[in-house]
């Protein structure tokens, strides 16, 4: 919902700039389709619940202590930071 309104809102702004800045070229009428703007967002509300509703839908189905366990397993190897280095390893750079 959030979207297709910012998109309307950002979309109609641009639209009435340029017109404004193309009336020179003889383009000085802004339309504004107010029925397509609203089959837009409530295309957009359709859709977004549509594309919500599967994950929700399955998320509700799971065991959320057996889903956390297995999202978390134990490493197997050194545990190694973003830059390369194990854990607990001097690095070459001095920092701690």
């Not at 950002?10 to 070229?25: D, R």
């Not at 297995?70 to 001097?90: I, N, R």
Request: proline share 8%; aromatic share 8%; charged share 10%.
């Amino acid at each position: 919902v959030f979207g297709a309104v910012l998109g309307v809102a950002v979309g109609s702004i641009f639209g009435w700039a340029l017109t404004k800045a193309l009336a020179s070229q003889g383009i000085n009428t802004f339309a504004y389709p107010v029925p397509t703007i609203v089959l837009v967002i409530i295309g957009g509300i359709v859709l977004g619940n549509i594309a919500a509703d599967f994950p929700a839908r399955r998320a509700a189905r799971l065991d959320v202590l057996r889903a956390l366990s297995a999202s978390y397993p134990v490493p197997v190897g050194p545990v190694v930071g973003w830059d390369g280095v194990p854990a607990g390893a001097p690095r070459r750079d001095g920092v701690t």
